[in-house]
């Protein structure tokens, strides 16, 4: 067992915004007390952000070459666990030590229930029979496995493609319409803690101390006029009463709800204009001075007590995009940006860097959630990714998933009682605190 040790490289899916930089970190000094205890070698222990200077490494393909040609030919193994994903290494070892030599894609398996339009509808005659794993338990490539996926990546040109859901993109790719492995369910893998589990997991939603106050966050709701009537209302019924500092954005000034008009037309696409409005309104005197800006959606529903809780975790003073991260041709050293659905949150002074940036609109229907993830690769701010944040409804998503989180966010009203979906998944009766 001594010599298979040193043969397991450990990648934590670390990210470069400094609150995620210290987790990963902690989880890694952790990996390597419990080697020192064994005594039985070394592992290779890696955070993915410090692989590269390129900010798209969190899609894994485009970092699976360095690994083959810095590891391919001393390791047996890559493990990918995620910060909150605690390892037992010796029953790790154990476990890998079982499948030998050939090509192996370990994880703990997740499927979809129905045909989800955040997988393009994969497999929609029947949706669980493709099995793809939950980054919270880690999942593990041999060496094999992930050589001929390194060589696949230098050869095969791949298409500017979307990154939206990185652990069923890599199981497809892996796949390989059927010329590839399957995932194979290792019980072991675990995220709720149980006998003989090698991982397992803590948690998306840390405790980092008392939550921030209503007061510093800025709550800026994108509306329009068709909208008024039917989606408005459900804010107001949900989650507004959450909200100390909040303001509806609409193409018509309203009074009875009341909406501010930007001086900016509706779009049918997207709302770059009227975004860019608000981040200006946001530096100046016309609103109060607070940390943080929420931007949704009049079709978001979120939870803003536990939003609160997660903000504790980062430094207002650090330039901060955070949310759902999505990536537009990531393998071709594209940009990721935080899509706008399940609510983009951003730091004072992410929104001055990129607005005293001159960064701006190429039109005033240009996606605002991918403008702004390029003005921010373009700053260096790095895209901060919580998977609590939703730019579909529960539906679309592996119910074992959302289950297990403590979602901030779903987005998308069509075919769902919001309401229901408000009370179900969102609201938590013991969370409302009167700050």
Same mark, same amino acid.
């Given at each position: 067992?001594?010599?298979?040790?040193?043969?397991?490289?450990?990648?934590?899916?670390?990210?470069?915004?400094?609150?995620?930089?210290?987790?990963?970190?902690?989880?890694?000094?952790?990996?390597?007390?419990?080697?020192?205890?064994?005594?039985?070698?070394?592992?290779?222990?890696?955070?993915?952000?410090?692989?590269?200077?390129?900010?798209?490494?969190?899609?894994? @393909?485009?970092?699976?070459?360095?690994?083959?040609?810095?590891?391919?030919?001393?390791?047996?193994?890559?493990?990918?666990?995620?910060?909150?994903?605690?390892?037992?290494? /010796?029953? @790790?070892?154990?476990?890998?030590?079982?499948?030998?030599?050939?090509?192996?894609?370990?994880?703990?398996?997740?499927?979809?229930?129905?045909?989800?339009?955040?997988?393009?509808?994969?497999?929609?005659?029947?949706?669980?029979?493709?099995?793809?794993?939950?980054?919270?338990?880690? =999942?593990?490539?041999?060496?094999?496995?992930?050589?001929?996926?390194?060589?696949?990546?230098?050869?095969?040109?791949?298409?500017?493609?979307?990154?939206?859901?990185?652990?069923?993109?890599? +199981?497809?790719?892996?796949?390989?319409?059927?010329?590839?492995?399957?995932?194979?369910?290792?019980?072991?893998?675990?995220?709720?803690?149980?006998?003989?589990?090698?991982?397992?997991?803590? #948690?998306? @939603?840390?405790?980092?101390?008392?939550?921030?106050?209503?007061?510093? *966050?800025?709550?800026?709701?994108?509306?329009?006029?068709?909208?008024?009537?039917?989606?408005?209302?459900?804010?107001?019924?949900?989650?507004?009463?959450?909200?100390?500092?909040?303001?509806?954005?609409?193409?018509?000034?309203?009074?009875?709800?009341?909406?501010?008009?930007?001086?900016?037309?509706?779009?049918?696409?997207?709302?770059?204009?009227?975004?860019? /409005?608000?981040?200006?309104?946001?530096?100046?005197?016309?609103?109060?001075?607070?940390? =943080?800006?929420?931007?949704?959606?009049?079709?978001?529903?979120?939870?803003?007590?536990?939003?609160?809780?997660?903000?504790?975790?980062?430094?207002?003073?650090? +330039?901060?995009?955070?949310?759902?991260?999505?990536?537009?041709? @990531?393998?071709?050293?594209?940009?990721?940006?935080?899509?706008?659905?399940?609510?983009?949150?951003?730091?004072?002074?992410?929104?001055?860097?990129? *607005?005293?940036?001159?960064?701006?609109?190429?039109?005033?229907?240009?996606?605002?959630?991918?403008?702004?993830?390029?003005?921010?690769?373009?700053?260096?701010?790095?895209?901060?990714?919580?998977?609590?944040?939703?730019?579909?409804?529960?539906?679309?998503?592996?119910? #074992?998933?959302?289950?297990?989180?403590?979602?901030?966010?779903?987005?998308?009203?069509?075919?769902?009682?919001?309401?229901?979906?408000?009370?179900?998944?969102?609201?938590?009766?013991?969370?409302?605190?009167?700050?």
């Amino acid at each position: 067992c001594h010599q298979f040790m040193s043969k397991v490289v450990l990648v934590i899916q670390s990210q470069r915004n400094s609150y995620h930089a210290r987790r990963g970190v902690q989880r890694k000094v952790e990996i390597l007390q419990q080697a020192a205890d064994l005594g039985q070698g070394v592992p290779v222990v890696l955070l993915l952000h410090e692989l590269s200077e390129y900010e798209g490494v969190w899609s894994i @393909l485009p970092v699976l070459p360095h690994l083959s040609a810095t590891y391919g030919q001393s390791a047996s193994w890559f493990f990918f666990i995620e910060e909150g994903t605690r390892v037992t290494l /010796a029953a @790790l070892l154990q476990v890998l030590h079982r499948y030998q030599s050939q090509e192996w894609f370990l994880g703990k398996r997740l499927h979809d229930d129905e045909a989800s339009i955040i997988h393009h509808y994969a497999f929609s005659e029947e949706p669980s029979s493709f099995g793809y794993p939950d980054p919270a338990a880690g =999942w593990a490539l041999s060496t094999p496995l992930l050589q001929r996926l390194a060589e696949r990546i230098q050869r095969e040109h791949l298409k500017s493609d979307f990154t939206i859901d990185l652990k069923h993109e890599i +199981a497809l790719y892996i796949w390989e319409e059927g010329n590839g492995p399957q995932l194979t369910a290792v019980p072991e893998f675990c995220t709720e803690p149980r006998d003989n589990c090698a991982t397992t997991f803590t #948690t998306y @939603l840390p405790n980092c101390g008392d939550p921030v106050s209503k007061k510093e *966050i800025f709550v800026a709701v994108k509306t329009c006029q068709k909208f008024h009537s039917e989606r408005v209302p459900v804010v107001k019924a949900t989650w507004e009463k959450d909200a100390g500092l909040l303001e509806y954005y609409s193409d018509v000034a309203d009074a009875s709800i009341p909406t501010i008009s930007l001086g900016v037309p509706n779009t049918e696409r997207g709302h770059c204009g009227k975004t860019f /409005a608000i981040l200006r309104r946001f530096l100046s005197k016309a609103v109060p001075k607070t940390d =943080w800006l929420l931007i949704v959606d009049d079709d978001t529903l979120i939870s803003l007590p536990r939003l609160r809780q997660l903000l504790r975790c980062y430094d207002p003073k650090e +330039a901060v995009s955070l949310g759902e991260r999505y990536g537009y041709s @990531l393998v071709q050293k594209g940009y990721s940006y935080t899509t706008g659905g399940g609510g983009m949150v951003l730091s004072r002074p992410a929104v001055s860097r990129l *607005i005293s940036s001159g960064c701006s609109c190429y039109s005033d229907d240009a996606p605002d959630d991918m403008v702004l993830g390029r003005c921010f690769t373009s700053l260096r701010v790095p895209i901060t990714h919580s998977p609590l944040f939703h730019q579909a409804r529960p539906d679309d998503y592996s119910v #074992t998933l959302i289950s297990m989180q403590q979602a901030i966010s779903f987005h998308k009203h069509w075919n769902i009682d919001p309401m229901a979906v408000y009370k179900h998944w969102l609201q938590d009766p013991h969370l409302r605190d009167e700050l």
